[in-house]
């Protein structure tokens, strides 16, 4: 198993930028094929971005493309995820999530691991 604890969310204006780092305990954490989600208010869990085992190939929606960035550490066990140019859509909590085996990414039932969140707010 590997536990998650997101961290550097906050309050920032539209146009700014935030990053947010999940890191990761237990099983080692390059076995692990990683992902950030968010959920805003009244809305389902969406798909913000993923990255393979080694970091080689990355994943976003056409909504977060070009404005966020995953990346990730194996050595600190920490990924990561730069935000830019914020929106107030933008607005969640967002989440860390991993699961092993397949590179399949943009569901988030195909995640066995889950940390608790942490809260972004764009204000206009």
């Known amino acids: 198993q590997v536990q998650l604890v997101e961290s550097g969310g906050g309050l920032v204006q539209a146009g700014g930028s935030l990053r947010l780092s999940c890191a990761a305990s237990?099983?080692?954490?390059?076995?692990?094929?990683m992902a950030w989600f968010r959920q805003g208010s009244g809305k389902e869990r969406e798909f913000v971005a993923a990255?393979?085992?080694?970091?080689?190939?990355?994943y976003y929606p056409d909504s977060v493309k070009g404005r966020f960035t995953i990346s990730r550490d194996n050595a600190k066990n920490t990924v990561y995820l730069q935000m830019i140019s914020l929106k107030s859509e933008d607005t969640a909590v967002y989440y860390c999530?991993?699961?092993?085996?397949?590179?399949?990414?943009?569901?988030?039932?195909?995640?066995?691991?889950w940390g608790q969140g942490t809260q972004v707010t764009v204000s206009s």
């Open positions: 999530a991993a699961r092993r085996g397949s590179s399949r990414y943009y569901e988030p039932s195909w995640y066995a691991y």
């Open positions: 237990g099983r080692a954490f390059s076995d692990y094929f």
């Open positions: 990255i393979t085992w080694s970091g080689s190939s990355t």
